[in-house]
C-alpha cells in the first residue's frame, strides 16, 4: 500500500477498484460521493436479459455497453463470496440464486467488490452517498446494509428533476436516489447543513406577500414558504 497522506486535490484516472486498492489507504478517507453507471444516453437494454435471448418481464433497463456477465463477473463474484464480509456474500449468493448470472446480477457483483474497498478507506467518522435511480435502487440498498451495517443508514435522498421525456404510457421518470450511510453512526462526524435558496415567482409571492424573520407567509393560517 503506498501512503497517499501528504497531498491534496489529486485526480486518479483508471480503474477505481485497482485505484483504491493500490493507491488509497485504509480509514484515510472523511467523504465518499460515488454516482456509478446507471442511467446513460446509450442505447438501452433489459438488464434482466439473459444471453439466450430471453427477457424477464420486470422490463428494467440500464446501460447497454456496461455490464455484462462474464469471467470478469465470476471472479468478483467468488472474491465477494470467499473473502468478503459474511452477511455481505450471503446476500450476494442469495441475489445470484434470485437473479441468475444476467447483466443486473453482474453489475451488482462489480458494485459489491468495489463497496468492500469504500468501506475499508472510509474513516469510522466518515460519510458514504451513493448516487442511483431506481433501476437497481432497492438492491444497491441491500448491498450497503451488508456492507456498512443497517443500523448506519442515514437517509435516503430524493433528487428530484424536471421532466426529461414525454411518456404517454406511464408515469414521467423524475427523481435519483442518493443513499446516505456512516462508517459508525456512533462516531463524531461533520454535517453541514445546505439551505436551498429558491427564487418565487410575482405570483406566488403576492400570496405570501407578509415576511418576518421566518421569510414570507400569507394569514390564512399564517402559512410559511420554505425555504
Not at 430471453?54 to 463477473?73: M, P, Y
Amino acid at each position: 500500500m503506498i501512503s497517499e497522506t501528504a497531498w491534496k486535490n489529486k485526480l486518479y484516472f483508471g480503474d477505481n477498484l485497482k485505484i483504491l486498492r493500490e493507491h488509497i489507504d485504509s480509514e484515510s478517507v472523511d467523504l465518499i460521493y460515488l454516482d456509478p453507471p446507471f442511467n446513460s444516453n446509450a442505447t438501452y437494454n433489459i438488464l434482466f436479459e439473459e444471453k439466450s435471448g430471453e427477457k424477464s418481464a420486470a422490463q428494467i433497463t440500464a446501460f447497454e455497453d456496461t455490464w455484462h456477465w462474464g469471467l470478469e463477473s465470476e471472479r468478483a463474484y467468488h472474491e465477494v463470496i470467499n473473502r468478503g464480509p459474511d452477511k455481505l456474500a450471503a446476500l450476494l449468493d442469495a441475489m445470484r440464486s434470485f437473479l441468475g448470472t444476467n447483466d443486473m446480477m453482474a453489475y451488482l457483483t462489480m458494485m459489491a467488490v468495489r463497496l468492500i474497498e469504500l468501506h475499508r478507506v472510509l474513516k469510522p467518522t466518515g460519510s458514504i452517498y451513493l448516487h442511483c435511480d431506481p433501476t437497481a435502487s432497492h438492491y444497491l440498498k441491500t448491498l450497503m446494509d451488508a456492507t456498512f451495517g443497517a443500523k448506519n443508514f442515514l437517509n435516503e435522498i430524493i433528487w428530484c428533476y424536471k421532466e426529461r421525456e414525454r411518456v404517454l404510457t406511464k408515469w414521467n421518470k423524475k427523481h435519483d436516489i442518493i443513499l446516505f450511510y456512516a462508517k459508525d453512526v456512533s462516531a463524531p462526524r461533520i454535517f453541514n447543513w445546505q439551505a436551498v435558496i429558491e427564487q418565487y415567482s410575482d405570483v406566488t409571492l403576492s400570496k405570501f406577500k407578509y415576511t418576518d424573520e421566518k421569510g414570507h407567509y400569507q394569514i390564512r393560517g399564517r402559512t410559511f414558504l420554505s425555504g
